[in-house]
């Protein structure tokens, strides 16, 4: 059997049975006598956010362990090289904790305020073998590793393959093409440590890139509507099941993020389709189940967002007095503990579980059909174009009334329009042209971090004033505490300003002529009557 | 990059032996080292197993760009890389003579981002090669046998570094092959006077460890590391490692 030249560049893989040392070394016969000098174990943990980002930003970072030594090792995907390596452990996962001089920015960038957790283990077997030439000059070293994987916090460590990773010396290079010829019959493929990664991970029955906060839900245009409602509600609970480990174990602050914009999804696309396609009372019954959701959950999510803001909120005041809002900072975390309680008290009592398994069964265990509503049996895509087209009209009117003298209330409403608009064109996206309907949600996205930008600022100083209020009944902080409070909460109004301005130029924009096409042409003509 | 020359107009002082075991030292404390083997004789490749460069010619050393990049060869010892010897090498001086004065350090300077450390083995003659050497070099290393007359050849050297205006040049001298049964031996290294600021305290001494290098074809800390040599080597680097980098005695 002829095998093509190997991709020098990377390792060499096998993952038929195990071959041993000796094999190994009658195999390189022809490059030089060989000898393994070394045999030593390495553990190599991989990690990830819970959304994968690393591996959607093409890089894998590793820690690997060997005798006494620990490193943190990012790779780029097709490079075998590390982009980076920074000596110790991972520390709490968190970037504000990792090297920030030895590791990538991209890593910090992707990762963000998220935690890095483990994905896959790989523990190693490794054989360290030199060829030596006529003189007993070593000429080439490589290492023979025999992979083993296992999912963290499981045992079983299924033997994954095997690899031979080459350590070229300099004026030597000759040699190392001389051995993977002759070892490319027993190692017949090739792959970088992205690569390995993903096959490792493989054996162990998992898939990268398996969760992401995005909606990606295949629909086929004639699909029943209320079939479509199903799988979208379906996709919808599978997200807030899947976070809810991570909420509960308090990871990190966007599995909580994550949860509540899938029940914001629901919501919205309760109010916006399924009121024409499931029952009546179903769809009443999940409204007011899913607001609970939602009510349950937003102290403890507002908590969260503005410990993450505090360190936003000390840049906004000199910085004499940025000291003064550390007992801000410590009451937001008591309060965030004793919500803890309520919250984990919530998610894991009955009443969270029936809501739960009661939406999970109906959906699951009925076909469309008998009882449900009226355009139950419309195919999916007609009944998509009316109900965005019908949306984005209810916006456009909304959005077009008001303007710098409306009450707050108003912008808060098309603000909500927009976000159910949005939600509603993502669940539907695979129905249209991918191209054209990235280009229709990128024009909505900027109308709505403006409108965004106004209802947080909105939001957070009326909030700031009301903790400020909770602390003072409670006697946490000083004058001064209060003082930087109010110089924080002062800075933000002064952005409500910025942002009601920037609207108008923004909204003439999203209303323009062509956007207005676009949305017509894409939506219109499939509409229902 | 520092470069430090092991020089001595006379042969068969230990100037291979210095290059070599220095070299050795330096990159395991962790310096990344090149040896470049200047001497057509080539001890320093045989030390380290790897075969002189019989193809190739000083001509195209000196005008390829790359060429002395594309000849490092890395030894079997981590941080430590050669340039092995070349036939042609003894023609250098003839080629060098038609070039620059600078020509040599600017060769080696194109190193710099990769090494630490460069290490000159220089054949024993004083010659346009010698003085290309000379000011390529951070600091020379004179190994002498203590006896009057290697002394009469640091004199001669001395006076030809200031003749050619290379007297700015660091300039260290340790006594090599001593022998403590030779009454000249004895007497030479007790008067400090003779090599004055630019003696170094160390001496290493003639053993028979040092002879086996030749057939074990290593360095000699690396088959004998408490040996009397390997010690005095030890010792040597520190010295010589304080007058490169400035770096404190550990």
Redesign the interface.
Known sequence: MKHKLPDLNRPLFRTGARINRRELLKALQPAGDGAVVENHAAHYQYYDTFDWRLYFGDLTLVSIESGRQQNLVVFRKGKSEPVATSPGPIGSGFVRDLDPERLPAAVKRLVGIRRLIPRLSVFTDCNQVRIVNN????VLRLTLETLCAEKPGRNGEPYAGQRILFHP????ENYQQKAAKNLIALFPECLDEFETFLHCLKTVGDRAGDYSSGINIELEPNMPAGQAARQIHLYLLEMMKRNTPGILGDIDTEYLHDFRVATRRTRSALSLVDNEVLPADVVSKAKQDFQLIGQMTSRFRDLDVYLLALPGYKSLIPAEYRENLDAFGQFLRQQRQSEKRNLEGFLAGGRYHDIITGWHDYLAGTEAGAGDGESALTPVKSMASHCIWKAWTRLMKKAKAIDSQSPKERYHEVRILAKKLRYLMEFMSSLYPRSEMKAAIKNLKKLQNVLGEFQDAVVQSAAIRRYGCEMSAAGIGDAETLMAMGMVAETIVAREQIALESFKATFDQFSNKATRTHFINLFSKDSLP | MQVLGIFNMKGGVGKTATAVNLAYIAASQGKRTLIWDLDPQGASSFY????PKIKGGSEKLLKGKGALES????T?FANL?LIPADFSNRELDLRLAEEKQSRLKKLVGGLSDDYDLMVLDCPPSMSELSEQIFRACNLLLVPMIPTTLSLRTLEQLRSFLKKENLDGLKLRTFYSMVDRRKKIHVETLEDKELTGKIGLDTFVSYASAVERMGTE?KPVMAFSPYSLPTLQYLKLWDEVRQVLFREKSD
């Not at chain 1, 010396?169 to 030597?172: E, F, H, I, R």
């Not at chain 2, 000849?71 to 890395?74: L, S, W």
């Open positions: 003189d007993q000059k070593t010396l300099k004026g030597y | 380290f197993r790897i075969k000849r490092i060869k890395a079997d890389d074809r």
